[in-house]
């Protein structure tokens, strides 16, 4: 045996006071085995302030366990699962009511239909093959019904302006005095055409026609589709639109519409478009189309004075020759052209004199040995 510091006897295999700090915790708790309990109390019988420190650890406990836990204050009474279980029902009942109006949905949904006859067409080739064969052939008696109907491809729900049919003789007979006292007012107004943001133009032939008609689409907020005759009014003016605002369309929609407006050169109103066009137009190849569109007219002065600005001021070689070749193409066929018009022969001596093109300057001054002006 050995003593402590403090005179107190301990033997070597005991408990020492430094461990009475955990040892307590562990005694509070019951959680010793009875050989190390018997040492502890050994120990504490022989140490005053160890045993100190193991009775204010128990009655640190015994206070604890004395307080009401925030356990004993909840409803022991089974709300909680009750309102578990009716939340589970709800849950079963929505899940339910949803499965009953998608069974009633699919049977009207087009979706299911499709993925019901797909699946049969896949695994059924004989079947399949007879409803590809069904179904080509009423698509053919379809298109041999539809085709008595003029060409006019709309989307659903647009509005089609279409010129009136050539009526037979007798047709036009009949209606004559309808004809006469109802006169059609445009059917496309000036506000639908400035809410157009692309247009197409195309020929088509009506089936059974030998007579093709125009086609002019203009897609805007409400679209159009115009079919009718060259000369249509509505025809014309939508051309017209499309031509006269070259910014917003492409040069494509413009040289289409030059394709058709030329047959209706004699019309004052198109020649001055055509005009227009040959001398504003940004496209060097409408400004080209438009003079050729003129030829034939160029004794009005309009005219040969479109022509005679292309000569003189066009950046484009192209359509300077375009020019040159209608003012020689006139004087060589005379009708009335103003040839010897002092506009004219003053254009053809600068073009003589100051053009970077060859081939200008020798029309033009074969041109002005025609007038003896050389």
């Known amino acids: ?38 040492q502890l109390d050994a120990h504490l019988a022989q140490c005053p302030a160890c045993a100190a420190v193991v009775s204010r650890e128990g009655r640190l406990r015994k206070a604890i366990a004395s307080l009401d836990q925030p356990a004993d204050s909840l409803d022991r009474s089974g709300l ?46 004989a079947m399949s093959m007879t409803v590809l064969v069904v179904a080509g052939f009423l698509a053919g008696v379809a298109g041999q019904r539809l085709r008595v109907v003029p060409p006019q491809v709309v989307p659903p729900g647009q509005p089609v302006f279409s010129a009136p049919a050539t009526q037979s003789a007798s047709g036009a007979a009949s209606n004559a005095s309808t004809s006469s006292s109802t006169s059609a007012p445009s059917r496309v107004t000036d506000e639908q055409l ?42 014309q003016r939508a051309l017209t639109f499309l031509l006269e605002n070259g910014q917003r369309f492409d040069p494509d929609v413009r040289l289409d519409s030059l394709d058709v407006l030329r047959r209706n050169a004699a019309d004052p109103d198109v020649r001055r478009t055509l005009c227009a066009a040959a001398r504003l137009d940004r496209n060097p190849g409408v400004r080209k189309k438009a003079l050729e569109a003129l030829q034939g007219f160029e004794q009005d002065p309009a005219v ?55 081939d200008i300057r020798r029309q033009s001054a074969a041109a002005l040995r025609q007038l003896g002006e050389q």
């Open 304 to 358: 040969r004075g479109a022509i005679l600005d292309a000569l003189e001021s066009d950046a484009n070689s192209g359509v300077r020759i375009e020019a040159i070749r209608l003012l020689v193409a006139a004087m060589q066929s005379g009708g009335g052209f103003a040839a010897t018009d002092p506009q004219t022969v003053d254009v053809l001596r600068d073009r003589l004199r100051n053009d970077p093109s060859l």
């Open 80 to 125: 909680l699962l009750a309102q578990c279980r009716s939340e589970l029902a709800e849950s079963l009942d929505d899940r339910k009511t949803r499965a009953s109006s998608s069974a009633w949905l699919s049977i009207f949904s087009p979706v299911a239909w499709w993925g019901a006859l797909r699946h049969t067409l896949i695994f059924h080739p």
């Open 194 to 235: 400035r809410r157009v943001d692309s247009a197409h133009v195309a020929w088509v032939t009506p089936s059974g026609s030998q007579t093709p008609t125009v086609q002019v689409e203009l897609m805007s907020p409400t679209p159009m589709n115009i079919v009718g005759a060259p000369d249509d009014a509505d025809v």
């Open 1 to 38: 045996m050995s003593e402590t510091p403090q005179g107190t006897p301990q033997n070597e295999q005991g408990i020492r006071c430094e461990e009475i700090e955990s040892l307590a915790i562990l005694h509070a708790c019951d959680e010793l085995d009875s050989v190390a309990r018997a």
